[in-house]
């Protein structure tokens, strides 16, 4: 997990194309500016300016070992996740409540998509999936258990996701997955 402390680098991920880009960077792996810009229906210019923005902040990296030639340009997402830390002067909460609220919209769009076009996924893919919500009862320091207990269950994922894609050897039918949930405390 990079620990983020420095108001720019929030500030270049409050862009939702750019917050897209990076996510997109996340599930496919390594790849070409020319393919990101199809994927993205965008400018191949434009996804290259974005990504030296990127860039700028070690948000993403070149992948030069796997150009063909000295047009094609790899790019793959720097792994790890972003923890903010520090930002306590108005202007820097400002920038992290931007960063935030670009963060759940895109959570709570992909979602949308998923719930829009899960029936032109494999029934084995549509049966697999799952949402829940629950309403606890507990206190700060019993939410904190469950916090590190479910980062626990997630890890040994995570580091399977790591090597397969610094390995470029997936099974064949391996696919991106998105898992995002959410604890606060709610007022009723």
């Known amino acids: 997990m990079r620990q983020i402390d420095d108001p720019d680098v929030l500030k270049v991920m409050t862009s939702p194309f750019r917050m897209k880009l990076y996510n997109l960077l996340f599930q496919i792996g390594p790849v070409t500016v020319s393919e990101l810009a199809r994927r993205m229906d965008a400018d191949p210019g434009q996804v ?82 799952f949402g829940s919500s629950r309403h606890l009862r507990l206190t700060s320091d019993e939410l904190a258990q469950l916090r590190d207990q479910l980062n626990a269950v997630l890890e040994p994922w995570r580091e399977l996701t790591r090597s397969r894609v610094e390995s470029s050897e997936t099974p064949a039918d391996t696919r991106p997955v998105f898992l995002f949930y959410h604890a606060f405390p709610q007022d009723p």
Do not use: C, K
Request: glycine share 4%; hydrophobic share 40%.
């Open 48 to 129: 290259s300016y974005h990504l030296r923005q990127m860039q700028e902040h070690d948000l993403i990296e070149d992948v030069p070992e796997l150009a063909r030639d000295s047009r094609e340009r790899w790019v793959r997402a720097a792994m790890g996740g972003l923890a903010v830390t520090g930002l306590e002067t108005p202007e820097e909460r400002a920038v992290v409540r931007a960063w935030t609220s670009q963060w759940v919209i895109d959570q709570f769009e992909r979602l949308r998509d998923w719930e829009r076009t899960h029936r032109t996924f494999p029934e084995d893919w549509q049966n697999v999936a």
